[in-house]
């Protein structure tokens, strides 16, 4: 009845669409909306699109603090109520005290929050309801005592601030309809800023999920205690990555990196709690940590990231631009990100096989070829559009030629790679001029080649960049076969490839002669400077 009440007051309060509503209040919506996604009480009105269930609101709880002064009473009681039981306000702080009491033992910083609990070495589990079983309450704090073994004790993260003196809290809400958590932060005694953890009984369904999961959120502590500079995105990435450190041989973070493969096209920071595929984009940009650790230093390099980030922007707030972290560190971004392409492109990383295989936006079967950019799959900043050319194509030796041409706005990548037994042979980046255009080669090996095109708006950054809104550009491309081939027998004529978002060849029919091929190139070419646009 509690709830069904709040949810009354609630409807009452959120202003109606036809209102005319203020940028305020859409974000106050889309806030709402997304915490009834997964955790209103009435069930039906949770979002289907997030029925993979098993996910982190971790940045959305930080988006709630950002713009907690949007929420009327009965807004911030019901959010609390879904959040932190156990508070009267989520977003209500104790005072800092510059003498404060000496730590009670078995307490965390914040307190005794739950009737019970179970005390660990490093963690406080506590829950109120029945429903919770100490068994799933010893279970999570193993599983959180695993991670801090292996996080702090052999990777070397930071330990959370106030873990001298402090157990931290890790709250059980029995809700078994939803399988997530997140760690999130409440000012304590003289400390500042401590960081505890809340799950949901749903997620311990999943052993190995409960595992990688309890990994995941001691991650986010660690963040929290390391800095809070990089942008949302980087942080569920970095924790989802961690947890392949954690527990090896779970590999439940392999089925969230389709949230990259699937939507490429999609800016590598993006960040929102509101659209599905970008939230789970952010689950998979991990593979950016895989990137990072199989070909750019182990590990430590992501763990560099956040300690570039401790170092350098102490007082910044979800803004650090990736790129500028990387450069920061002594890497090359061009250099790291033209490789990072060139990989996704049959997944050479370490774990191939956990890896999905990235979605195309073309598969060419026929040279020449011409295509311009589809409007549907358009890159926004730092996505990226796959296009594969099939090795029937050219023999070993033979020389793809590509000529691309971007729109202006951005800086472009367009990078050429040739394949052998799915992995990466050669890499070559297109030199582009002024305009954008430039044109290169690449020589076939005995597997497909691969044309990657990215755009850079250095624009497209920071905490108040719309990732819901973003621009996308547009690009056209055009490809042909020098060589021997050629030479001897002329280069082949008709169908240019799939032009549907699919990993799939197309037909391969032939047709009568070069003269329609060539005149359907044209037109499309003209059709395509006409439809350029950035939305």
Not at 7 to 14: D, H, N, P, S, Y
């Amino acid at each position: 009845m509690f709830y069904l009440t709040l949810l009354v007051i609630l409807a009452g309060t959120r202003p109606s669409l036809a209102d005319n509503p203020t940028r305020e209040q859409l974000l106050k919506q889309s806030l709402l909306r997304a915490i009834d996604a997964r955790l209103s009480p009435d069930h039906s009105i949770r979002d289907s699109r997030y029925s993979r269930g098993r996910d982190c609101l971790t940045p959305l709880v930080m988006e709630l603090h950002q713009n907690q002064a949007l929420f009327d009473p009965a807004e911030r009681a019901y959010l609390t109520s879904l959040l932190v039981p156990w508070k009267d306000d989520i977003f209500q702080d104790t005072p800092l005290s510059d003498d404060p009491a000496p730590p009670l033992a078995g307490y965390s910083c914040h307190g005794r929050q739950g009737n019970q609990q179970l005390l660990g070495e490093h963690f406080s589990v506590e829950w109120d309801d029945a429903g919770v079983s100490e068994s799933t309450a010893q279970f999570f704090l193993e599983s959180l005592e695993y991670a801090w073994n292996v996080e702090v004790d052999e990777m070397g993260w930071n330990a959370p601030l106030s873990s001298d003196d402090y157990p931290i809290l890790a709250y059980i809400v029995d809700d078994m309809s939803y399988s997530g958590a997140f760690t999130s932060v409440s000012q304590c005694s003289s400390y500042g800023y401590v960081p505890y953890i809340v799950a949901y009984t749903g997620a311990f369904s999943w052993d190995t999920w409960a595992e990688d999961m309890a990994a995941h959120e001691f991650n986010h502590a660690i963040q929290f205690s390391t800095s809070w500079a990089h942008e949302f995105w980087w942080w569920e990435a970095t924790a989802t990555w961690v947890e392949d450190q954690v527990h090896p041989d779970n590999d439940t973070w392999s089925y969230y990196i389709s949230g990259y493969s699937d939507n490429p096209e999609l800016g590598m920071t993006a960040s929102s709690q509101q659209d599905p595929d970008i939230f789970y984009h952010m689950y998979g940009m991990a593979i950016m940590g895989f990137h990072l650790n199989d070909h750019f230093g182990g590990a430590e390099a992501v763990k560099s990231t956040w300690d570039f980030a401790e170092e350098n922007y102490p007082y910044s707030y979800y803004g650090l631009y990736f790129p500028d972290a990387i450069d920061g560190m002594g890497l090359d971004f061009q250099q790291f990100y033209v490789d990072f392409m060139a990989t996704s492109t049959v997944m050479d990383y370490e774990q191939q096989d956990l890896f999905p295989n990235i979605d195309l936006v073309d598969s060419i079967t026929w040279l020449p070829a011409s295509k311009s950019s589809d409007a549907s799959t358009e890159p926004e900043s730092l996505g990226q559009n796959y296009v594969r050319f099939s090795s029937t194509l050219g023999q070993p030796g033979d020389e793809l030629e590509v000529t691309f041409d971007g729109e202006q706005g951005p800086d472009w990548f367009a990078v050429l790679v040739s394949t052998e037994d799915s992995r990466v042979v050669e890499t070559l980046l297109l030199d582009l001029d002024e305009t954008n255009s430039g044109t290169g080669r690449i020589t076939f090996a005995s597997g497909n080649v691969y044309l990657v095109i990215s755009p850079m708006d250095d624009d497209a950054q920071g905490e108040s960049y719309d990732w819901t809104n973003a621009d996308h550009w547009s690009y056209t491309w055009e490809a042909d076969l020098v060589g021997a081939q050629q030479e001897d027998s002329g280069s082949a004529s008709g169908d240019t490839g799939d032009d549907s978002k699919q990993d799939s060849a197309s037909c391969g029919c032939s047709s009568a002669g070069p003269a329609p091929a060539t005149w359907l190139s044209l037109l499309a070419m003209v059709f395509a400077g006409l439809a350029r646009r950035k939305p």
